[in-house]
């Protein structure tokens, strides 16, 4: 049990262009999701935190209108790059738990992020 | 806040041999403590965790690690690793309330060598 998702596992796009990628959680209703930036070789810095229905809570240093993020549903989010550039080229991992009170985050496969 | 400090960054063992991956974490109040383990080009797995009671916590794969309060500490062992052991290991951190965010530390790459 405890299943995440993330769509798709590899992304390679143009300078400019947007790119959405999707966290599902696959056996259980996710009332939060973490999206988490990775560079090589480095730790998970946390981006954006999301609460099912609400607008997400961002970590300093990270631009909400660059990195759009979505929580529609209890087993859905969605974090869109815009105009993506060089700099955003990253491993993206999302986590889901069950809210408030359940201490464990599951994690997705993680999608890496090319942009040309 | 709290913070993670994982002392080693690269641990390389031989198989069959034991292995202390070491995790300190500083915060000003009580926290859960985990470890995580990520295989190449994967997202991480949930190792063990600590959230209260026994000090000693055993986790998958054969892994165990120790709540230690006075020294801060929570120290990852395994008493014969394998091969498939090889990866990057987190400690990560959170509080008990509020939003549950994870503060992980740089990571440990342990290699296992034949």
């Known amino acids: 049990g405890a299943v995440v998702s993330q769509h798709p596992s590899w992304v390679i796009c143009k300078s400019g262009t947007s790119v959405k990628i999707e966290c599902r959680s696959l056996d259980f209703q996710a009332t939060t999701m973490f999206w988490y930036r990775q560079f090589p070789k480095q730790s998970l810095m946390l981006m954006a935190t999301?609460?099912?229905?609400?607008?997400?809570?961002?970590e300093q240093g990270v631009e909400k209108d660059k990195f759009l993020i979505n929580h529609a549903s209890l087993t859905l989010s969605t974090l869109t790059v815009t105009s993506a550039h060089p700099e955003d080229s990253s491993f993206y991992i999302c986590?889901?738990?069950?809210?408030?009170?359940?201490?464990?985050?599951?994690f997705g496969p993680g999608t890496r992020l090319l942009v040309l | 806040a709290q913070s993670v400090t994982q002392l080693d960054s690269q641990v390389p063992v031989f198989e069959e041999a034991p292995v202390e991956l070491r995790c300190n974490y500083s915060s000003s109040v009580s926290v859960y403590l985990f470890w995580y383990v990520q295989y190449p080009n994967q997202g991480l797995q949930l190792l063990l965790k600590?959230?209260?009671?026994?000090?000693l916590v055993k986790g998958i794969n054969g892994f165990e690690a120790e709540f230690n309060k006075s020294q801060t500490s929570f120290h990852l062992r395994k008493p014969s690793v394998h091969i498939s052991d090889t990866a990057e290991y987190f400690c990560a951190v959170s509080d008990l309330w509020g939003a549950q965010k994870l503060v992980f530390g740089q990571g440990t790459r342990l290699t296992i060598n034949p």
């Open positions: 600590y959230l209260s009671g026994s000090t």
């Open positions: 999301s609460n099912e229905g609400s607008k997400a809570t961002y």
């Open positions: 986590s889901a738990s069950l809210g408030q009170g359940q201490e464990t985050q599951y």
